[in-house]
């Protein structure tokens, strides 16, 4: 998904956040001049105003989306926006002082000098913001992948990075009329050509595309059919753009290039604002909850089988990105080195995901003399889905979310054809579409990916929600482990 989708809108919350200090310092600084120094926070109508000031400001810019496109922005505009934003905080603040009958408690010179101050402070803090974003190299800039020609390829460059705050962080460059004599463009190497593009998608962590072409050069089909497939979001050039049914496109800008956008599906500012505030919520309770299961579990885990109380593994995140996930350990030690030996009792018969019905890899798993089978704690905590629990220190720090598409070892990405790589759209979830449709049953693969596919093109927010209250049901109701 795109900038305004379920990770982007943090990327200007760095704003979001200075905009806040900027109206309680216009407050602090209202109230001085008005009444002279003295703490305002004692006097209950004018501390209750602070607050209020803060939830104005945080409410103006997500219904206005103030935010989008400040990168962009010259002085000017800037200008004009930080100034609507005040104007804003000010009417809202004065229907509100009206609303609840204190209007005559609140000085309105302090009222009126909030939104003034607030205009100076907030308007001088973007632009430092701007600035230092544009001389700081973002080491979390969005990776971007240039399809070009050979004789573009060096301006394009330039003026991307020229323009970009640093947002993008130019990591390949494919050249459409030259194949193996061109190695490195202005210190970006050339990484594929347009036959070998979708398997370098698919392989390596891009999270976005960009198709620029001079006028009268045109872009394969082919090649366009295959990059749709991949799931990752592409830009091009409006001299190139064509229609992309069954995909979401806006018109946007790249390093100073008008393009247009095609992804899978994209969130607004507030819809990404909502999920991402969940996910900490969320990750923030699960944290607690977790420690308070290692109180239970770290013990019987390590007297069943001495090692690690818990689990981590490299998985493959959003557009490729590679993260350690966490689990409680419901394996002995030596599991993964076990598990080629195993492969011929692999449910999943095209060997993408494995799933056994017995795996003695489990603690306490273990087949008796007369036949019978018995389970441990192993087979126990992956039952309930106690061994997930730890995966909420990962929605906390930003590397998954509370629903998403199942997060698939390095190893799976490696097996992948071009179309299994949109699962890698959004950030990857405990729980999604496949847990809650059968998780332990499904065990052809390509139903999983069509599960996932389905998850990302019909994205809200109530369909998050149905998936957490499902998810409850199938834990409760039902065996087997996401």
């Not at 001088?124 to 573009?152: I, P, W, Y």
């Not at 919520?281 to 109380?309: E, H, K, M, R, Y």
């Not at 590397?399 to 070892?409: E, F, I, W």
Request: charged fraction near 25%.
């Amino acid at each position: 998904m795109y900038k305004k989708r379920l990770t982007g809108a943090w990327k200007h919350m760095d704003f979001m956040f200075l905009d806040l200090v900027a109206v309680q310092v216009a407050f602090l600084l209202a109230y001085f001049l008005r009444h002279g120094i003295e703490n305002p926070y004692t006097i209950p109508v004018y501390r209750d105003m602070a607050l209020f000031f803060g939830v104005a400001c945080l409410s103006v810019a997500v219904l206005r989306n103030s935010f989008s496109g400040v990168l962009r922005r010259g002085y000017y505009k800037e200008f004009m926006a930080v100034l609507v934003d005040a104007l804003s905080i000010v009417l809202v603040s004065s229907f509100y002082l009206v609303l609840i009958k204190e209007a005559e408690l609140f000085s309105r010179v302090v009222l009126f000098s909030t939104g003034g101050i607030y205009l100076v402070v907030s308007y001088g803090l973007r632009l430092l913001r701007k600035r230092m974003l544009k001389k700081r190299k973002n080491t979390d800039a969005v990776s971007l992948v240039v399809v070009t020609v050979a004789d573009a390829a060096a301006d394009l460059i330039h003026t991307i990075r020229q323009d970009s705050f640093g947002r993008h962080r130019i990591v390949g460059l494919v050249l459409l009329d030259r194949s193996g004599d061109t190695q490195c463009i202005e210190d970006v190497p050339v990484v594929a050509d347009a036959q070998s593009l979708p398997e370098f998608l698919c392989k390596e962590w891009v999270d976005e595309v960009l198709l620029h072409l001079p006028e009268g050069c045109s872009i394969p089909q082919e090649l366009m059919d295959e990059l749709k497939k991949t799931g990752v979001v592409i830009h091009r050039s409006l001299v190139q753009a064509q229609d992309s049914e069954g995909r979401k496109q806006m018109v946007n800008k790249i390093g100073g290039y008008t393009v247009l956008t095609t992804t899978m599906n994209y969130a607004t500012a507030k819809e990404a604002f909502s999920k991402r505030l969940m996910d900490i919520i969320g990750g923030f309770l699960g944290c607690l909850l977790t420690l308070v299961l290692c109180i239970f579990l770290a013990p019987v885990i390590f007297i069943s089988s001495p090692g690690p109380i818990f689990f981590k593994q490299e998985r493959v995140g959003l557009n490729g990105k590679h993260f350690k996930m966490y689990k409680f350990r419901s394996m002995y030690p030596d599991a993964e080195a076990r598990k080629k030996d195993l492969m011929q009792y692999n449910r999943c018969k095209d060997g993408m995901t494995f799933k056994m019905d017995f795996d003695p890899r489990i603690i306490g798993n273990k087949v008796l003399p007369n036949g019978k089978r018995k389970t441990g704690i192993g087979e126990f905590i992956r039952r309930t889905s106690l061994d997930e629990f730890p995966q909420f220190f990962n929605v906390l720090k930003g590397d998954m979310s509370l629903v998403g598409t199942r997060p698939p070892t390095v190893a799976e990405v490696d097996k992948y054809l071009t179309h299994h790589r949109a699962r890698l759209a959004v950030k990857p979830g405990i729980t999604g579409m496949w847990q809650i449709s059968g998780r332990s049953n499904i065990t052809d693969f390509e139903e999983i990916v069509k599960l996932d596919t389905e998850y990302i093109n019909n994205w809200s927010m109530g369909l998050d929600l149905r998936i957490l209250l499902k998810t409850f049901v199938v834990v409760f109701k039902k065996d087997g482990s996401m």
